[in-house]
């Protein structure tokens, strides 16, 4: 069955950096494009960044310039490398992918910015 894990979240101070990682398996993983969400406490679960099987990717403007997607076919990963993190950046981080029709999700992983 599709499964997907991220690790990586901690505890960063504003202007840190972390790198987040999600595991992938089950499906075709170089067919099938990536997504990164959060949900920051209180709020709606928001898009956070793409990247497709193409290497396109497409960020959110809250993010663009600071976050970078990318993915590992070889190893069925991908991450999220944030770099000039803020307060608002706090949030529980979540991969997504569409298989066979169907929306999966991992668990999330953890990202509070605070000093």
């Known amino acids: 069955q599709v499964q997907l894990v991220e690790s990586g979240g901690d505890l960063a101070q504003p202007g840190g950096s972390l790198r987040l990682a999600c595991a992938a398996s089950?499906?075709?993983?170089?067919?099938?494009?990536m997504t990164w969400h959060r949900q920051a406490p209180g709020k709606a679960r928001e898009w956070v960044a793409i990247i497709t099987n193409s290497d396109h990717q497409v960020y959110a403007d809250s993010v663009k310039g600071r976050f970078t997607i990318s993915r590992d076919n070889a190893k069925n990963m991908v991450f999220l490398q944030m770099s000039n993190l803020k307060p608002d950046d706090t949030a529980i981080y979540y991969c997504q992918t569409i298989s066979n029709g169907r929306n999966y999700w991992g668990q999330g992983t953890q990202v509070t910015v605070m000093s």
């Open positions: 089950g499906f075709t993983f170089s067919n099938s494009p």
